[in-house]
């Protein structure tokens, strides 16, 4: 489950053992800001909120995780490349290669 900037930001202020005004002088913001983002009512940025969960002595970071995908086509691949042979499978990853090398930025 995904969290919310809300949900993030508070629990890293009530970790760091720290009221909403204790927060929003180390961010120099108003405690008003901290309890608007804490209340859902305004969603930050990401600069807004990575600035206030280190003002509470925690770093953010984000990963990108794929999810599977029901009924995707590529499901549908998993058997064919499951039988291929280890010729082939070496030219499979050749062609990715090829692929990604093609579309990733210089």
Do not use: K
């Not at 983002?37 to 770093?59: C, M, N, Q, Y």
């Not at 029901?70 to 064919?80: A, K, N």
């Not at 280890?86 to 093609?102: M, Q, Y």
């Amino acid at each position: 489950m995904e969290d919310s900037p809300a949900r993030l930001l508070r629990t890293a202020r009530l970790r760091a053992g720290l009221s909403q005004r204790a927060l929003a002088e180390r961010a120099a913001t108003s405690q008003s800001v901290v309890a608007r983002i804490e209340l859902g009512s305004t969603s930050p940025i990401w600069e807004t909120l990575s600035r206030l969960v280190a003002a509470t002595g925690f770093d953010l970071h984000t990963q990108l995780v794929l999810s599977p995908i029901i009924g995707s086509h590529m499901l549908e691949d998993v058997t064919r490349i499951r039988s291929l042979s280890p010729e082939d499978n070496l030219a499979e990853v050749a062609n990715f290669s090829a692929f990604v090398g093609a579309v990733r930025p210089a």
